[in-house]
C-alpha cells in the first residue's frame, strides 16, 4: 500500500483548476483502513476522505456487519489498472478497527454531517457541516477534508469497468486545497457521459486552517451543475491513503433531472455512526 500524503484531484476528463500531479504507486496487496460504506444501491467502498476503494461484488458482505465503522482489513487481491486511480478490493481479511490518526486526524469531538441546502427542485447545492462538540477549540486543514460523489450504473463510460459494481465514484481524490496551501474552489468532471462542475463560490471562502471555538460549527455549500442521474454525496476528513481511522459524514442521496434541477431521494436515513 502507498504511503505518500500527496493531495489530488479525480475530475476523470475535465478540470477547472490545476491539481495535484500523479505522484502515488500502484495500489498494491496489503493493509487498507477506512470507513465501510454500503451506497443506496448496496455498493460497498472502503472511505478514507479524499481517498476510496471499491470491494467487490463477491466479497463486499464480510463487510456488512461493520456498516459505518473505520476499520482495517488486510487485502490479498487488488487490481488497480490506472494509476493514478481508485483500485478494486477482490479478497481481504478482516483486522479490526482502524488505528488512529496520529498524522492530521478530526478530533474525536468534531462531527461531520453532509445536508442538501438546496430546495426540491432547484440546481443541486450540497453542505458540509463541521461541528465541534467539545470544550477546547479545535483546528482542522482544509487540505484534509475530501468530498465524494457517487453515482448509479455506468455514469462514466470506461474501458476499465473495474468498480463491478452498481455504482462509481465520479468525483474523489478531491479536497479544498493544493500542495503549495492554495485553494480548490472549483472544478469539472464526468458522470452520464456528460460534463458537470462544482463551486464553492470563491477562492477566498474557505481559510487554510478551520479553528472551531467549543459549540461552534461551520458550514460549506457547494454547488453543483449536474446531468440527470441518481446520486450519493458524502465527505470525509483525515485518514491519510487508508492509513489510519478516517471520519466520514452520512450519505444524502438525491436525484437529477433533465434539466439539472435536483429533488432529495425518498430513502431510509443512511447516516453512517461514528464509533
Known amino acids: 500500500m502507498i504511503k505518500r ?7 476523470l476528463v475535465l478540470q477547472f483548476v490545476l491539481t495535484v500531479g500523479a505522484n502515488g504507486g500502484i495500489r498494491a496487496p496489503g493493509k487498507y483502513a477506512g470507513v465501510v ?13 479524499i481517498y476510496l476503494m471499491y470491494v467487490s461484488q463477491e466479497t463486499k458482505a464480510g463487510l456488512r456487519k461493520y456498516a459505518g465503522q473505520p476499520v482495517l482489513i488486510d487485502a490479498i487481491d487488488v487490481f488497480q489498472p490506472i494509476n493514478p486511480g481508485d483500485g478494486l478490493i477482490g479478497k481481504f481479511d478482516y483486522l479490526g478497527p482502524a488505528p488512529e490518526d496520529t498524522h492530521e486526524g478530526a478530533p474525536a469531538d468534531v462531527r461531520l ?3 442538501m441546502r438546496s430546495p426540491d427542485g432547484t440546481a443541486p447545492v ?3 457541516k463541521i461541528s465541534n462538540a467539545g470544550k477546547e477549540r479545535v483546528e482542522l486543514l482544509r487540505s484534509e477534508l475530501g468530498m465524494t460523489l457517487l453515482a448509479r450504473g455506468e455514469p462514466w463510460r470506461s474501458p476499465f469497468p473495474y468498480h463491478y459494481g452498481p455504482s462509481v465514484a465520479v468525483l474523489t481524490r478531491q479536497c479544498f486545497e493544493i500542495w503549495d496551501s492554495k485553494t480548490v474552489w472549483r472544478g469539472a468532471g464526468i458522470a452520464y457521459g456528460e460534463s458537470f462542475t462544482w463551486s464553492v463560490g470563491a477562492a477566498d471562502t474557505l481559510p487554510h486552517i478551520i479553528s472551531l471555538e467549543p459549540g461552534r460549527l461551520a458550514n460549506i455549500d457547494i454547488s453543483f451543475h449536474l446531468p440527470a ?3 450519493d454525496f458524502l465527505c470525509g476528513y483525515g485518514g491519510g491513503v487508508h492509513e489510519s481511522k478516517c471520519l466520514s459524514s452520512n450519505l444524502v442521496a438525491f436525484d437529477v433531472d433533465a434539466s439539472g434541477k435536483a429533488r432529495l431521494a425518498r430513502l431510509v436515513d ?3 455512526d461514528q464509533p
Open 5 to 11: 500524503r500527496a493531495t489530488l484531484s479525480h475530475l
Open 37 to 49: 460504506v454500503f451506497d443506496r444501491w448496496d455498493a460497498c467502498i472502503l472511505y478514507s476522505g
Open 113 to 115: 454531517t453532509a445536508f
Open 126 to 128: 450540497l453542505c458540509i
Open 229 to 231: 442521474g441518481q446520486y
Open 270 to 272: 443512511r447516516m453512517i
